[in-house]
């Protein structure tokens, strides 16, 4: 199989994945349940067998109300390796999440800002390690902190303006 070269595409209107290894764990990771079963209305997934490998290319996809995006590869040896950009809406993360995210913008706050979590959290998920041994990392996503940062020069900024103005 390691001289397979050729590329497809699957388009279905509904897909359900239950139990997969990799999706429990951004679960547990998450402090959300539903992605131990996710049943996805539409995908439309294009790929390539390419090096022992069957590659992914960026595919969006909606669950509920959380949209997302995933690519990567599953190796013919098994190996896996796969990026998934999750936007989720901040009630749908458990109390644990949110007390982090709430935890990161209170010492973000403590800088003299005043933001509060917003809406959406954009989420990082890398999926390494094998098929049967899935290795699930995740992260707030560098758009996120990237946007923290900017609001934060910002605001920072405007406030040292406004100070210099009254002097």
Do not use: C
């Given at each position: 199989?390691?001289?397979?070269?050729?590329?497809?595409?699957?388009?279905?209107?509904?897909?359900?994945?239950?139990?997969?290894?990799?999706?429990?764990?951004?679960?547990?990771?998450?402090?959300?349940?539903?992605?131990?079963?996710?049943?996805?209305?539409?995908?439309?997934?294009?790929?390539?067998f390419e090096a022992g490998k069957m590659?992914?290319?960026?595919?969006?996809?909606?669950?509920?109300?959380?949209?997302?995006?995933?690519?990567?590869?599953?190796?013919?040896?098994?190996?896996?390796?796969?990026?998934?950009?999750?936007?989720?809406?901040?009630?749908?993360?458990?109390?644990?999440?949110?007390?982090?995210?709430?935890?990161?913008?209170?010492?973000?706050?403590?800088?003299?800002?005043?933001?509060?979590?917003?809406?959406?959290?954009h989420v990082d998920v890398i999926i390494?390690?094998?098929?049967?041994?899935?290795?699930?990392?995740?992260?707030?996503?560098?758009?996120?902190?990237?946007?923290?940062?900017?609001?934060?020069?910002?605001?920072?900024?405007?406030?040292?303006?406004?100070?210099?103005?009254?002097?």
């Amino acid at each position: 199989y390691s001289t397979l070269n050729g590329e497809g595409s699957l388009w279905t209107s509904k897909i359900i994945i239950e139990g997969l290894n990799s999706l429990v764990q951004i679960g547990d990771a998450l402090d959300y349940d539903k992605f131990k079963k996710l049943e996805i209305d539409k995908i439309m997934a294009e790929f390539k067998f390419e090096a022992g490998k069957m590659i992914v290319n960026p595919t969006d996809f909606k669950y509920e109300n959380i949209d997302g995006n995933i690519a990567g590869f599953t190796a013919y040896d098994q190996s896996i390796e796969y990026k998934m950009d999750l936007q989720i809406p901040k009630e749908e993360l458990g109390s644990e999440a949110n007390k982090m995210i709430g935890d990161l913008m209170s010492g973000i706050n403590v800088l003299g800002t005043n933001f509060s979590v917003p809406d959406i959290i954009h989420v990082d998920v890398i999926i390494g390690g094998t098929l049967s041994k899935p290795i699930v990392k995740t992260k707030l996503s560098d758009s996120f902190a990237n946007s923290i940062i900017d609001k934060t020069k910002d605001e920072i900024s405007a406030t040292t303006r406004e100070e210099a103005q009254k002097i």
